[in-house]
């Protein structure tokens, strides 16, 4: 009984192209995030939803989209895909802001390798 | 903006010694979170340890403990008796109360010595 999945686990892709990666949670959470981690493992913020609604969007390029059809998922689609790109994506998932518990569940990770 | 400075990019210990790895963060908040986060080669993230800056009891979870001085923003983590099992990266986090929004550190690979 995974609790934060994504799909896929890899992705090797060419420039140019778009593509999507999902997470779904069951943990009954209502807060999701997206974190990239690039080569030197430094992990940033991306995004973070609550209850299907953007909360934090830490200057990412809009070549990068969030959309979350239901609280329970957390997708990330990223058009016109660059080198740079080429990362380790994770998502995440929490209670609201304030529960006492508070920690960040996180999904297996999605390596995007763009060529 | 908070900041959270790891200044060990690698540490290695021999099987059933002790190891402490340093964290230090920035800010101007007095109600946070700490965190101890491990990614072993798997990639999956994995909480290790958390304190409440509101505790001045320094929180421990089996073999790993913090040793957490808030006036010097410094947020340690000690492992005791390491196994093999504990080789990964290591990463330190810090949340701001009532915000989602975690900030990682850069990192320490702990790697164990048979």
């Known amino acids: 009984d995974t609790a934060v999945s994504q799909t896929p686990k890899y992705l090797v892709t060419q420039m140019g192209n778009d593509k999507s990666i999902k997470c779904e949670q069951n943990?009954?959470?209502?807060?999701m995030y997206w974190y990239k981690q690039d080569s030197k493992k430094f992990l940033k913020i991306m995004f973070s939803?609550?209850?299907?609604?953007?909360?934090i969007n830490e200057t990412v390029p809009n070549r990068f989209s969030p959309k979350s059809p239901d609280k329970a998922h957390l997708n990330l689609h990223i058009n016109s895909l660059e080198l740079g790109d080429s990362a380790v994506y994770f998502c995440?998932?929490?209670?609201?802001?304030?529960?006492?518990?508070?920690?960040?569940?996180f999904g297996p990770g999605t390596r995007l390798t763009v060529t | 903006a908070q900041t959270v400075t790891q200044s060990q990019p690698e540490m290695s210990v021999q099987e059933a010694e002790t190891v402490t790895l340093s964290c230090t963060y920035d800010t101007s908040e007095s109600d946070y979170y700490l965190f101890w986060y491990k990614q072993p080669p798997s990639r999956q993230m994995i909480l290790v340890i958390r304190q409440e800056a509101y505790k001045q009891q320094n929180a421990t979870e089996n073999r790993f403990s913090v040793n957490f001085q808030k006036a010097a923003k410094s947020f340690s983590l000690k492992i005791s008796d390491s196994q093999l099992g504990d080789a990964a990266m290591y990463f330190c986090a810090y949340r701001h109360f009532g915000n989602e929004k975690l900030t990682f550190g850069t990192g320490t690979r702990l790697t164990i010595i048979p």
């Open positions: 995440a998932s929490s209670e609201l802001p304030g529960q006492s518990s508070y920690e960040q569940y």
């Open positions: 939803y609550n209850n299907k609604e953007l909360i």
């Open positions: 943990l009954g959470h209502d807060t």
